[in-house]
T-cell receptor
Framework: GESVGLHLPTLSVQEGDNSIINCAYS??????FIWYKQESGKGPQFIID?????DKRQGQRVTVLLNKTVKHLSLQIAATQPGDSAVYFC?????????????FGSGTQLTVLP | GAGVSQTPSNKVTEKGKYVELRCDPI?????LYWYRQSLGQGPEFLIY????????DSGLPNDRFFAVRPEGSVSTLKIQRTERGDSAVYLC??????????FGPGTRLTVL
């Protein structure tokens, strides 16, 4: 079936370094992608989104890259801070049902080391 | 401004009981979504409302699950005859049109 998946379940980075979290998707019909951050015991927090007519979008300390050719999405976090430690999910629309359904990957646990 | 709120934050019930979970979306958001998240997994879509009507309920696992949004704002997810497998965090999100979905803190449901 169609799915959104992440390459690595865990990622550890030194404080101050840049982080890159990757995501592969399989549905070429998806046209909207979102990255969420989820801390323990909390709901997913919207970080940044991108539509399929773009290949890059920047926010505050974060950049999302979309490569539609290889169906790959990445989240780059600049100057990673301890508060960035969380599980990061990518999500896509278009896998099934209405275009409003988001299909989430299983998540990457980011740990920021002091 | 206020985000999405959900009540209760935790609900413990016994197998076979009926539960209701409430979601208050961000003011002005016309779309409302329910998802379910099991431990260690990403959220899974249940149902989506546009206004008062359920535009897509294809994610509801069976007819024990039902959701309403009678006035186009607050929504209630209802689960009948709860089973242990229903234990999960139930997340609500809202969006303005086709924009990003913003999530609430979730309700942790435990069925004993």
């Amino acid at each position: 079936g169609e799915s959104v998946g992440l390459h690595l379940p865990t990622l550890s980075v030194q404080e101050g370094d840049n982080s890159i979290i990757n995501c592969a998707y399989s549905n070429s019909a998806s046209d909207y992608f979102i990255w969420y951050k989820q801390e323990s015991g909390k709901g997913p927090q919207f970080i940044i989104d991108i539509r399929s007519n773009m290949d890059k979008r920047q926010g505050q300390r974060v950049t999302v890259l979309l490569n539609k050719t290889v169906k790959h999405l990445s989240l780059q976090i600049a100057a990673t801070q301890p508060g960035d430690s969380a599980v990061y999910f990518c999500a896509e629309n278009g896998s099934s049902g209405s275009a409003r359904q988001l299909t989430f990957g299983s998540g990457t646990q980011l740990t920021v080391l002091p | 401004g206020a985000g999405v709120s959900q009540t209760p934050s935790n609900k413990v019930t016994e197998k076979g009981k009926y539960v209701e979970l409430r979601c208050d979306p961000i003011s002005g958001h016309t779309a409302l979504y329910w998802y379910r998240q099991s431990l260690g997994q990403g959220p899974e879509f249940l149902i989506y409302f546009q206004g008062t009507g359920a535009a897509d309920d294809s994610g509801l696992p069976n007819d024990r699950f039902f959701a309403v949004r009678p006035e186009g704002s607050v929504s209630t997810l209802k689960i009948q005859r709860t089973e242990r497998g229903d234990s999960a965090v139930y997340l609500c999100a809202s969006s303005l049109g086709q924009g990003g979905q913003f999530f609430g803190p979730g309700t942790r449901l435990t069925v004993l």
